[in-house]
């Protein structure tokens, strides 16, 4: 073997030194994408972690969770209070207290979410441009009032009483919507979530395609992950932008081969099992008194907050 | 025992040409892959880091290629500190990467050029070899791993031991001085496997370092002359002389690397220890 080795491996660098150019690298914009992949399954994997917590909603049966979340979104939608409205989001909030979720890092989640699909897209509205009402606070003043289409733009244009009082409304309801979400999905590990879906009589074939996709998931990003490391192993300067965009069509046209290959063999090894062409999951067990006397009690408390 | 102390003797005389000091490493903020690991790899050795499965192999070796970076702790190459802000920049970027290569476990991921021939070539082009200097490179790997026949062909279309070869001469092209393998000999068949041990034995003639991640220890066996022991606690068990660990029963099946094995000679139920390499009796 070793007269089969080219010559230009046995030389040595010229130097153990380097010139420290004083300029970094540019990772281009689709490879910071893949990290930001591989960030959301590590975001996957806490909620994970949490969600196996010794918590009061963690012990709750997800079918409760599941059959109650629904409910609460609708008592969220039908309230048109503020008051009533912040009754309930302090309600979320001391159940994430008592499941033992990390509520800074949460909320901030909210917080965020919420002023971006709540307030701002809400905002608009809160012009007397929309709807009449008691300017609050004005912006500013035209010469004239003008027509416009079915439009009536007013000589003084401003914020008004209603549109804020909308405005705030919507940007509650969307906060407490996500925080209801956030708390079944950190308190509830993602394959009981979709057992429990059973109780809505959804297929079981759809169930079990969603927890496939699920678990494909980890698998996809695993890979999407050591493509980046193997990439990243032998850069040595920047890529042009064309040149990172067919790396990623190859890579992508890989994932497509490999995925379909997974999927065949995961037939393969459901066939083997036994499948032909329904899907039969195992019976969920019995709820048990614990999880009825908090399903009650989340149905009283929903019907307070609806008539209160 | 005199080959462990002319061992010692040895390393002391060699440069230290990747140092890892009190490596912690935590997958998703929680769960340990690395605690407190220290190491030296010296110039020119071959040099194994064996573990049962999950004990942070793979993570080791990704560390010392700079492709993560630890949770606390240092890494050194040739005594400058590798780091995410160090890596920046472009001169030790290129001074970095082009001296330490590394052949992954999943051939599949390592290759991301459209053929065998583009991967070869992409190495000596990022290196900004001229064009006729890459592709003598590339043909003379070719012509080491027996690829030639295979040159314009996808990669997605080789079998499994010749991904592997791809897989190495893509980063042989780049002519590392430090070669970093992680399960080298996986999913290969034993022909393959062969050659890759006589390869791998042939470069480090040829003055390559050669550190490699695996829990086969008949590669250990006939490749290592050091090797560092994980542990399924993911430490540092031990680091020593190839023969003072493959002897060492007790710490094999510690570290899970080495099992009770039964099994049948003729009319007699067998037991014993089971890994390829240790002699045992067959008692009556």
Known sequence: ??????????????????????????????????????????????????????????????????????FFLVIVSLRKEISSEILIALFILSLMWFSRLPLLQLYKKILFLSLIFGFLIALPSALNLFNDGEILLPLFDLPRSYLFWIYRVPDRIGLTREGLYGVVILTLRVMNSISLTFLILYTTPFPQIIRALKVFKVPDSLLITLFLSYKYLFIFTKSVEEIHLAKKSRLLREIPSHGARRWIAERIAFLVRRTRGKAEEVFKAMVSRGFSDSIQLPETEKLKSRDWITGVCLLLIGCVLLWI | MCFVVDLIEIMEGMEKIIRLENIDYLYHETISALSDITLDIYRGEQFAIIGANGTGKTTLLQIMNGLIFPSSGKLFFKGNEVMKETLRDKGFLRFFRERVGYVFQDSDAQLFCSTVLDELLYGPLQLKISKEEALERAFEIMKML??????ERPTYMLSGGEKKRVAIGSVLTMNPEVLLLDEPTNDLDPRTQVFLVELLLALNEAGKTIVFATHDLELVSELADRVAVLSENHRLVRIDSTETILSDQDLLLEVNLIHEHVHRHGKIVHRHLHFHPLPHKHED
């Open chain 1, 1 to 70: 073997m070793r007269e089969r080795i080219p010559s230009f491996l046995f030389q040595s660098p010229s130097s153990d030194t380097f010139r420290l150019e004083g300029r970094s690298l540019r990772i281009p914009f689709l490879e910071k994408g893949l990290n930001h992949l591989a960030g959301m399954v590590r975001t996957i994997y806490s909620q994970w972690d949490i969600s196996l917590r010794e918590g009061i909603f963690q012990k709750t049966d997800a079918r409760i969770k599941v059959f109650i979340f629904p």
């Open chain 2, 146 to 151: 027996n690829l030639e026949h295979l040159k």
